[in-house]
C-alpha cells in the first residue's frame, strides 16, 4: 500500500492494517501559485516505508479523491518509469472519493477502485477548516 500524502494518509494507514502489508508514502500536492494560471505540481515520487524497506511488485496506491487525475496519472507514471530494480509491475488505484465528471485524463491501463463517485467539494473529518 503506498499513500499519497496529505490526503491519503489515513486511508493508506487503514488498508496497511487491515490487509496486513506494509506502508508507503508519496509527497504530492497540486497548486496554484500566484499570477498563474496553470496548476503546478509537486512530486516526490521516491516511497518512503514505514520501517522496512519494501520491494514491492504490485502497488495499490491510496488516496482520498480523483479530482482531474493529473497528479494521479503524474505519479503513476513516475512508478511506472522508476529505471530501478524497484519497479512496480502493476499499479492499481483506490480512492475513496471519485469525481467523474472532472477527469480530464486517462487513468487506464491502471484499475481504480473507488467507494463513491462525487460532484461537491468534500471535507474530510481528518481535516481542519478556517
Known amino acids: 500500500v503506498v499513500c499519497i500524502a496529505s490526503g491519503g494518509l489515513v486511508p493508506g494507514k487503514l488498508f496497511s492494517e487491515l490487509l496486513g502489508i506494509p506502508l508507503g508514502i508519496i509527497v504530492a ?4 501559485l500566484l499570477n498563474r494560471a496553470k496548476p503546478t505540481t509537486y512530486l516526490d515520487a521516491v516511497v518512503k516505508w ?3 524497506k519494501v520491494n514491492a511488485k504490485k ?4 488516496d482520498d479523491l480523483v479530482d482531474e487525475g493529473k497528479t ?5 507514471g513516475q512508478l511506472q518509469a522508476n529505471r530501478s530494480a ?6 492499481d488505484i483506490a480512492v475513496l472519493f471519485f469525481k467523474e465528471k472532472n477527469v480530464s485524463v486517462n487513468l487506464k491501463p491502471n484499475r481504480l477502485f ?6 461537491d467539494w468534500i471535507v ?3 481535516e481542519i477548516q478556517p
Open 29 to 32: 500536492k497540486r497548486y496554484t
Open 50 to 52: 514505514c520501517g522496512r
Open 59 to 62: 502497488i495499490l496506491l491510496v
Open 72 to 76: 494521479m496519472q503524474q505519479i503513476v
Open 86 to 91: 524497484s519497479k512496480p509491475l502493476r499499479v
Open 114 to 119: 473507488y467507494y463513491k463517485k462525487a460532484v
Open 124 to 126: 474530510f473529518p481528518w
